[in-house]
């Protein structure tokens, strides 16, 4: 069973502030995504990671995936109030052409106060 | 971008009867969407694989003759719970795969809610 280990599961810090969120697993993943959760909404794609090694910059949010592509972490600087939200790392299952299933890790649920 | 809509935003229901949630890709053909379960605070958990023309994949442990999954188009899937009860509160998210986009990207809808009583 290939699972993704999210971490923290928590976070509240103050506007300014930097964080990095950690996702983990044992096993080797063709690609991981990040996603951004509101309350009562479905998660929205904020990118795709597919070469290990690989490090994609979205303004202020760095995402970068292990050269092994079996982890992969999220790194936001200057942190806002807008930032705030459930941020979902998921790996893909399957190998070769097409994606495949996801897996997602436990969340991180990110406050950021004024 | 690719939109994905998932219908009815939220529910309310009595104990016994049966809810249908609908989730339809509105710009792309998706002959593959999932369905997924989601508690307060947690993660989204893959109940089922649905694909166009054929039965559903679940996962373990999730019952097929109680969550109805139906994707009779390229653009439709539909997710029954049948003889819903309280336990089966929660939030249901589906997503389709857009094979037409690099890497092939999922995408998600909005979210069922729900409730029932």
């Known amino acids: 069973t290939q699972l993704l280990e999210q971490s923290p599961q928590f976070l509240s810090i103050q506007e300014g502030e930097n964080l990095t969120v950690y996702c983990n697993s044992s096993?080797?993943?063709?690609?991981l995504q990040w996603y951004r959760q509101e309350p009562g909404e479905g998660p929205v794609l904020l990118v795709t990671?597919?070469?290990?090694?690989e490090v994609k910059k979205l303004k202020r949010l760095t995402f970068q995936f292990g050269d092994a592509r079996k982890d992969s972490s999220l790194h936001i600087t200057a942190a806002q109030p807008g930032d705030t939200g459930l941020y979902l790392c998921?790996?893909?299952?399957?190998?070769?052409?097409?994606?495949?299933?996801?897996?997602f890790g436990k969340g991180t649920k990110l406050s950021v106060k004024p | 971008g690719a939109v994905v809509s998932q219908h009815p935003s939220w529910v309310i229901c009595k104990s016994g009867t049966s809810v249908k949630i609908e989730c339809r890709s509105l710009?792309?053909?998706?002959?593959?969407m999932f369905w997924y379960r989601q508690f307060p605070k947690q993660s989204l958990m893959l109940m089922a694989t649905?694909?166009?023309?054929?039965?559903?994949?679940?996962e373990q442990g999730v019952e097929k003759d109680k969550f109805l999954i139906n994707h009779a188009s390229l653009t439709l899937s539909t997710l029954t719970v049948t003889s819903a009860h309280p336990e089966d509160s929660s939030f249901y998210i589906c997503?389709?795969?857009?094979?037409?986009?690099?890497?092939?990207?999922?995408?998600f809808g909005s979210g069922t809610q729900l409730s029932v009583l």
């Open positions: 997503s389709a795969r857009d094979r037409g986009q690099p890497n092939e990207k999922l995408f």
């Open positions: 096993s080797v993943f063709s690609s």
């Open positions: 990671v597919v070469t290990g090694g």
């Open positions: 998921a790996g893909a299952r399957n190998y070769g052409g097409s994606q495949g299933n996801l897996i």
């Open positions: 710009d792309f053909q998706a002959t593959t």
């Open positions: 649905s694909n166009e023309g054929s039965k559903a994949t679940y």
